[in-house]
């Protein structure tokens, strides 16, 4: 296998556009990633969309050529692939499988979402198809109420208290304030954190991520050949996919995910890195609690130690190890199908020192670990400086 | 890159099933290939869903590890893959890249729709979803009127007649009567296929596929390690993904589709042969036009001979160049995610000579030809005696 460079970006802001379709929107994201990357549209071998609910959200599906011939890229493979909110995470993994296994040089991957064309119980429902619509959903419950199980669990089995949830929400709107594309701009304390509008008892309306529009954008190519295209290149040192029951009654425990643990294991060997050799990291917090438990499966901490952890401080942008110096899902926006790729913007950012007021004091080696419904899918990401 | 071989192959009856649900027909496909590879679930690498709409069909999304998981298959990337009616048609193509480059050994891909459980004119709009919404389709298109559009245009330039439509339909449905799991099996004349009630002038019943609930599985690894698993293995000789515009009106000439001829000359390229070592054919009937097109790009026939070459016979069982020979979408049915692999399964099966009353005289070498929507996603396929 060869080893693999991000050789360019793009992203568009995050937030409610009324103004713009799901086309327009990956578009712009594409385009920017092509400009950063001084590649053409006709020099893309391949490209893929991830994208979670289009037909759904906006009633457009066969997505992949749709976008792709919109860029101006023509003939090749454009290929769609939706894994709930993991959807651009593991199109990321199969673009660098395609550029490690030698089958491809050049891969584009977009990841798109336009949600907020929809009412918000709508919006629910929608995103209640990535849970199990057999059992769990057909029970009544939406993706805050399957955390909120999750949380109070963790609040049981660990000691978990609110204030720690609160406190992810806090670090993470102080990040999100100082990032101009950030769907939300709004610090906040923590007395608010705790005090939010109730959703799913122990989740108030501060533990939950965003409803958002958004698309981002990475080109691929061999290591060896980065540097034809960009003088910044990032290196994919570690990467892998995972998989576990979609319904969270399937699961033996629900306090730990383990395509979690399986991705972030296989990730690490990859790299030839422990846990302790991550510098900063996105993960995935479509609710606060999702980033306490992120962080214990990766190893950041031992488990049920996640809560102290970040109340703690250890994990705002002068911790010891920053999480979501972004805004995270939290403040920066949760376009689904669009995150996984804008995690990659995100680490890429920070490793070419470009993440402005938002920069973290150590950033050679990122991880980004994406997660889809209530753990079916996990990929995890390490990347490094070239 | 390696040379790759199927290894087993299982699928459902397709039809009407009220009393079954989307992941019991994944599973049935699933186990059966699993048994007819000889391959247990603990034993595959990395799992491949295709499937167009079922968020849209039956409301249920992250559908990959929503069936890996009830197969048994744990851990392992799972991932869905949405191409339109090429849907299992290109995660079969992924499937095939990542074993031919040594990424994995032993992967699986299961195709699956379940369409029947929404009203006639709700489906419809569902598989509109695959043309343009933004234009084509605001415009009240269906895809029975685009290819419609299709048809009067083949007819204006190449005087194409109805007469020729129709004998697909007499021979596709002379086939599906011999296939027991065929969706309709009900031989009828040319004068009924004529007098077909009217769809979309000049497409009536006759010249439509069918709205099918029903699976298909197929199970690859390395050609090397094929007869640890199988005494039939099936080798896959060439294949090949293409795209193009998804909205008809962006194309120069609308009666034929760049992304099948780009498709078969990288298939025929990859495979050594051209069109003339094809001995016969699964050709993507989803209206009878598209057969005779299909024909035409992959130069089984000069441009605009394609009717008259079906009305001659010569794509009969019997015929110089079966095509059909199961049935085709028009007969054996077509639930849209699962026709991709299904044609993969009829194919082995006339490979291996278990086609039953439907086996072709000569079956070393066939092609199976899955078009997305009308014409925005191709997958050509060519398989051979191993």
């Given amino acids: 296998m060869r080893d693999v460079a991000v050789i360019g970006v793009g992203k568009t802001a995050f937030g409610v556009f009324p103004d713009r379709d799901l086309r327009s929107l990956a578009v712009e994201a594409g385009e920017k990633a092509l400009k950063n990357a001084h590649v053409a549209p006709g020099q893309i071998e391949s490209f893929y969309l991830g994208n979670f609910a289009g037909p759904s959200f906006v009633g457009q599906n066969h997505l992949a050529p749709y976008v792709s011939t919109a860029l101006g890229i023509q003939g090749v493979p454009a290929t769609r692939i939706e894994a709930a909110c993991a959807s651009s995470g593991s199109a990321f993994y199969h673009a660098w499988s395609e550029v490690a296994s ?76 100082l990032n101009p594309d950030a769907h939300m701009r709004k610090v906040i304390t923590l007395e608010q954190a705790m005090k939010g509008k109730p959703i799913a008892d122990p989740l108030n309306i501060y533990d939950c991520s965003l409803i958002s529009d958004g ?31 979609v319904a969270l009654d399937q699961k033996d425990d629900i306090t730990t995910f383990p395509a979690v643990r399986r991705a972030g294991e296989k990730a690490y060997k990859m790299a030839g890195v422990t846990a302790s050799d991550i510098q900063f990291a996105e993960l995935h917090d479509c609710f606060t609690i999702a980033e306490i438990i992120a962080m214990e499966d990766l190893g950041f901490v031992p488990r049920g ?63 980004a670990e994406n997660l889809g419904g209530s753990g079916g899918t996990c990929v995890v990401t390490i990347l490094g400086a070239a």
């Fill in 102 to 177: 030698g089958v491809n040089d050049i891969v584009m991957v977009v990841g798109v979402e336009k949600m907020t064309s929809q009412p918000t119980a709508k919006v629910s429902e929608i995103l209640a198809e990535a849970g199990d619509c057999s059992g769990e959903m057909r029970a009544g419950n939406t993706f805050a109420s399957l955390f909120a199980m999750i949380a109070r669990r963790h609040m049981h089995d660990f000691g978990t208290k609110k204030e720690h949830l609160a406190s992810v929400a806090v670090k993470n709107h102080a990040n999100g304030a």
């Fill in 215 to 245: 698309a981002a954008a990475v080109i691929l190519a061999p290591l060896e050949r980065a540097r034809e295209f960009s003088d910044k290149p990032v290196r994919i040192l570690g990467i892998a996919q995972a998989s576990d029951w």
């Fill in 305 to 367: 130690k996640g809560g102290p952890y970040v109340f703690d401080g250890h994990t705002t942008r002068a911790g010891e190890r920053p999480v979501n110096a972004s805004g995270g899902l939290k403040a920066k926006g949760h376009p689904v199908g669009a995150t996984g790729v804008a995690q990659i913007f995100d680490l890429v950012q920070q490793i070419r020192c470009e993440a402005g007021d938002r920069q973290v004091p150590k950033h050679s080696v990122g991880l």
